[in-house]
C-alpha cells in the first residue's frame, strides 16, 4: 500500500498571501495525483488531477506540481472561501486508493 | 449537473447491519466507476470500496473486507453499500464518488454530501 504523507498538518496564512502545501508519496505514482478542498460540513471537491490538471470549475489561483514521489498545491492570494482542509490522493496503486492526512489552511 | 444523493445512514449496535444507498442523476451512471469513502469523526478520508460501471469488478479495503459488500443497480441509477458485522470503528459519514479516469487510473471526480452510520450500544 502506497502511504501518502501530507505537510504541514495546519498552515496559518493571511487572506492575499500565498500557500504551499506538501504531499509524499511512500513509492513513486507517476502523476497519479489528486488534491481535495474540504470545508466544515461539506463533502470533498476534487480540484486537481494527474498532479497538475484543475477540475472543471477550479479557478486559477489553485495550481498542482510534481511528479514520482513529491507533490506541490499551491494556491496562490488566498480568498476567504479557501480556508479548508487539503487532502492530496494517489490513484496509481489501487486497490486502494489512499489518501493524505490532510492540511488545514488557516486564516493568520 | 452531477448529482450524488446518499441514504440510509442510522444508529446500529456491534454486531448489527446497515445497507447505505446513493442515487446518482445529471450522467449516464452504468458507464463509470464508483467507490465508497468513509471520514470518521474529526478524522480523515479513507476509501472503502469500489466497483467498475458494469458491476463486475469489486474492491475493498482491508479494514473492511468480508464485512461489507459493494453493488449496483443500473437500471435504476443507484449504488449500495451493505456493511455487516459492525464495530463501533466504522462510525463514520461514507460518501459515495463517481469516479474520473486519466489512462485508465481512476481518481474521484464528484462526491455525493454523505451519511452517517454511526455504530453503538
Known amino acids: 500500500e502506497t502511504v501518502m504523507t501530507q505537510s504541514p498538518a495546519t498552515l496559518s496564512v493571511s487572506p492575499g498571501d500565498r500557500a504551499t502545501l506538501s504531499c509524499r508519496a511512500s513509492?513513486?505514482?507517476?502523476?497519479?495525483l489528486a488534491w481535495y478542498q474540504q470545508k466544515p460540513g461539506r463533502a470533498p471537491r476534487l480540484l486537481i488531477y494527474?498532479?497538475?490538471t484543475r477540475a472543471t470549475g477550479i479557478p486559477a489561483r489553485f495550481s498542482g506540481s510534481g511528479s514520482g514521489t513529491e507533490f506541490t498545491l499551491t494556491i496562490g492570494s488566498l480568498q476567504s472561501e479557501d480556508f479548508a482542509v487539503y487532502y492530496c490522493?494517489?490513484?496509481?496503486?489501487?486497490?486502494?486508493?489512499?489518501f493524505g492526512g490532510g492540511t488545514k489552511v488557516e486564516i493568520k | 449537473e452531477v448529482q450524488l444523493l446518499e441514504s440510509g445512514g442510522d444508529l446500529v449496535q456491534p454486531g448489527g447491519s446497515l445497507r447505505v444507498s446513493c442515487t446518482a442523476s445529471?450522467?449516464?451512471?452504468?458507464?463509470?466507476?464508483m467507490s465508497w469513502v468513509r471520514q470518521a469523526p474529526g478524522k480523515g478520508l479513507e476509501w472503502v470500496s469500489g466497483i467498475s460501471g458494469s458491476g463486475g469488478t469489486t474492491n475493498y479495503a482491508d479494514s473492511v473486507k468480508g464485512r461489507f459488500t459493494i453493488s449496483r443497480d443500473n437500471s435504476k441509477n443507484t449504488l449500495f453499500l451493505q456493511l455487516n458485522s459492525l464495530r463501533v470503528e466504522d462510525t463514520a459519514v461514507y460518501y459515495c464518488?463517481?469516479?474520473?479516469?486519466?489512462?485508465?487510473?481512476?481518481?474521484?471526480?464528484?462526491w455525493g454530501q454523505g451519511t452517517l452510520v454511526t455504530v453503538s450500544s
Open positions: 494527474d498532479a497538475s
Open positions: 445529471g450522467f449516464t451512471f452504468r458507464t463509470y466507476a
Open positions: 490522493q494517489q490513484y496509481h496503486d489501487w486497490p486502494p486508493v489512499t
Open positions: 464518488a463517481r469516479q474520473g479516469c486519466s489512462n485508465g487510473l481512476c481518481y474521484l471526480s464528484s
Open positions: 513509492q513513486r505514482i507517476g502523476s497519479s
